[in-house]
């Protein structure tokens, strides 16, 4: 198959991860014959520096030109410590999915073997999870109207959903939980929020399309402890825009490094593809960044276009990093490895997983339960 990427590196680490899914991306053109043709275009602070403006118009229209658009990460220290700008690079990143109305983010969370001793979290806690976060991405507190006084002395920013915002994302998690271990729960705030209370009106009533998945109802502060006392206990978690990207983020915990998780944002027609950690700045350049989140975000990418095989084996090449110990500083302090490197090992390794005899391919499917 043939497929137009863009490829959007944007701020930090983002460049430098998003050339280590590119060389993927080739080993799977060579091993499964595809053709991936990229097209690099700016975002967020590089876009700033480049054209005045952090989402610019040639960026669109390479993402409306591609089937796929894979994000490397966005944000600038320069623009985090002064609240007097008007224009900041994550705004690049919101325009991007509300352009094209990408109003669902997967974000799966896998607890992988070989690197259990990686999290905080003791193994028995650990063992058994595999969570899938489903969360709200073109709505919300993130996209409500936003107001400050003359003085900038008081601000606003307003929440808003509507039925319709809610079921279609509503409907995509109950659509997966189908095909996982049949279980949804709604993370919402629904003792205080009236958005929270439209949300479990909504989800119950679709649920109710979906007799085989059993729903309930979690608020987020209990979430968040539930999830850290007894995670294997979710499978499907739906949620608002940022209630899931607090929560993504403690998710990563379970697994070991904020470098490991992947995502895939898709809507009605366009999908992306973007690792769920920032930018850090502080390690820019200096090749430690892990690559593997973005790896993953690829295999998503490969996934969502039933290539699965292809997947796979990228899926496999990552396991295989992570027993061989080629893995960067976060996973293994005294590595001397590379984002390159690990890069490098990663695309070397994907291999036609049915044409080798000493992989072990079952259960490797992103889709599937990898884990323990
Ligand atoms: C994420 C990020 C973004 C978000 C930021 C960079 C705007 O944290 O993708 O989780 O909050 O959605
Ligand atoms: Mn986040």
């Not at 063992?127 to 991405?137: P, S």
């Not at 390690?283 to 989140?293: E, H, M, Q, Y």
């Amino acid at each position: 198959m043939q497929f137009n990427v863009a490829l959007l590196g944007g701020d930090g680490i983002g460049p430098e991860v998003l050339a280590q899914s590119v060389k993927c991306l080739q080993a799977v053109e060579e091993t499964f014959g595809h053709k991936f043709e990229f097209t690099k275009a700016a975002i967020g602070a590089d876009a700033i520096k480049k054209h005045g403006v952090p989402f610019p118009e040639e960026t669109y229209n390479a993402c409306k030109n591609a089937d796929a658009i894979l994000f490397g990460a966005i944000g600038a220290p320069e623009f985090d410590n002064d609240p007097n700008v008007k224009i900041w690079p994550e705004q690049g990143l919101l325009q991007l999915r509300k352009g094209f109305d990408l109003f669902t983010n997967i974000r799966p969370v896998k607890i992988f073997p070989a690197l259990i001793k990686q999290s905080p979290l003791k193994k028995e806690v650990l063992q058994g999870t595999d969570l899938v976060i489903y969360r709200e991405l073109a709505g919300g507190i993130y996209f409500g109207e936003k107001t400050t006084n003359k003085e900038n002395t008081f601000a606003t920013d307003i929440c808003s959903y509507s039925e319709k915002e809610i079921s279609r994302v509503a409907h995509l998690a109950f659509k997966a939980a189908k095909k996982r271990r049949k279980k949804l729960t709604l993370v919402d705030k629904a003792n205080v929020l009236e958005t929270s209370r439209l949300w479990r009106k909504v989800v119950t009533n679709v649920s109710e399309s979906y007799p085989e998945i059993a729903f309930d109802c979690l608020y987020i502060d209990n979430a968040a402890v539930q999830m850290i006392l007894n995670p294997k206990q979710f499978d499907v978690i739906l949620t608002s825009n940022m209630f899931g990207d607090i929560l993504s983020d403690q998710g990563s915990v379970l697994a070991g490094s904020i470098g490991l998780l992947p995502s895939a944002s898709v809507g009605i027609g366009k999908a992306m593809f973007e690792p769920i950690h920032g930018s850090y700045p502080e390690a820019k350049g200096k090749n430690i960044a892990n690559p593997v989140a973005s790896i993953l975000s690829t295999a998503m990418f490969l996934e969502h276009f039933g290539l699965i095989e292809e997947s796979n084996a990228v899926v496999s090449a990552v396991l295989k990093s992570f027993t061989k110990k080629i893995v960067t500083p976060d996973i293994l302090g005294s590595s001397k490895y590379g984002t390159d490197y690990v890069g490098d090992f990663i695309a070397e390794n994907i291999v036609d997983v049915d044409d080798n005899p000493n992989m072990n391919d079952e259960n490797i499917g992103l889709g599937k339960s990898t884990i323990i």
